[in-house]
């Protein structure tokens, strides 16, 4: 019999009270239950945070139509987002103008409806978050569209595509 090369672990390997292994690590929030239920609940909130970030990401990736380096824009929105939209840090700890630039990007209600379910709110609880989440959602596509439309129409008016 061939050995396995690959070095090992030492130590018991983490398993639930159920004596399953973990899917979901939670040794900081020992306190946190995450039963089927609350996934389920869970997952609406990261649906609703990935449709906003696409909506976004069209709004951006729109601007590709209209400048040469659009992936600076992006990146510089990637990161702003993990700051003010409470991914890295709460949003008390953001200074109050900012944090009212970080609710209006998304995934910022997104979170805060996920950490509600988590931490044992009820899908009525994070509804509110979740709503807002849509709005803006739908807000970032309605802009995503205007551009895409305004800046197709500028590129025929100007027969280019992009400027210098």
């Not at 988590?118 to 551009?147: F, K, R």
Request: with cysteine.
């Amino acid at each position: 019999m061939i050995e396995d090369p690959r070095p090992r672990r030492a130590g018991v390997a983490k398993v639930g009270g159920d004596g399953e292994p973990e899917v979901f690590v939670a040794d900081e929030q020992a306190d946190v239950q995450l039963d089927l239920e609350r996934w389920r609940t869970l997952a609406l909130a990261v649906l609703a945070s990935t449709v906003s970030c696409t909506a976004w990401g069209l709004a951006l990736g729109s601007l590709g139509m209209r400048f040469r380096d659009v992936f600076l824009i992006a990146n510089v929105a990637y990161y702003v987002m993990w700051i003010l939209c409470g991914v890295n840090l709460p949003e008390s700890a953001v200074p109050g103008p900012v944090a009212w630039i970080g609710r209006l990007l998304p995934m910022s209600h997104g979170i805060t409806a996920a950490r509600r379910l988590v931490h044992g709110g009820t899908l009525a609880s994070a509804a509110a978050p979740l709503a807002v989440e849509g709005a803006i959602a739908a807000a970032y596509l309605v802009l995503a569209l205007l551009l895409f439309r305004l800046f197709e129409a500028e590129g025929k008016r100007r027969a280019t595509l992009e400027q210098a």
